[in-house]
């Protein structure tokens, strides 16, 4: 006589798609479009950072940077021994006829912040007349926070530059 050992491959099929079920219904229900604004901005920023890096290590004529006022907005600039022009991000939210990147349609908070990048990519809290002065140290770090409720940082590693 045989007895049964186990379970059915029906069975452990149902009981997999049944717990499938709850476990999208119930991640679907904690992650808000909010969290998921933050983050994304928080990314987006990030990742226009390491395009001012990208582009002082690529032409070495300037510094390049990204400053904050504090007022939920940022802005992307070169700057030479002659002059500092705000720059174009490519891709970045602009309103009509600005430079300046805002964030006031996430309702987001942004600290006042400024990074230069100079050509070997280092990070720097400022320029003079397109020198780099005051070399990002580790206590500087969080360089950039985004707030909603909770808050995003964003964190440069001193000489080498990561962003992270």
Same mark, same amino acid.
């Given at each position: 006589m045989r007895r049964p =050992?186990?379970?059915?491959?029906?069975? +452990?099929?149902?009981?997999?798609?049944? +717990?499938?079920? +709850? =476990? =999208?219904?119930?991640?679907?229900?904690?992650?808000t479009s909010t969290d998921l604004d933050l983050s994304s901005a928080t990314d987006k920023l990030r990742n226009q950072l390491r395009y001012a890096q990208s582009q002082a290590m690529k032409r070495t004529d300037a510094v390049w940077g990204i400053q904050s006022d504090g007022s939920s907005q940022y802005w992307l600039f070169r700057a030479t021994p002659t002059a500092t022009e705000d720059v174009v991000i490519p891709g970045a939210d602009y309103a009509s006829g600005s430079t300046r990147v805002s964030f006031a349609n996430l309702g987001a908070d942004l600290n006042g912040f400024t990074v230069v990048f100079?050509?070997?990519g280092r990070p720097f809290k400022g320029q003079t007349s397109g020198v780099p002065n005051n070399p990002v140290a580790a206590v500087d770090n969080p360089i950039v926070r985004v707030s909603k409720g909770e808050e995003r940082q964003i964190t440069i590693t001193p000489e080498t530059g990561l962003i992270r």
């Open positions: =050992a186990g379970f059915t491959i029906v069975e +452990m099929i149902v009981v997999l798609l049944l +717990m499938s079920i +709850m =476990a =999208a219904t119930l991640l679907g229900r904690s992650i100079d050509w070997l």
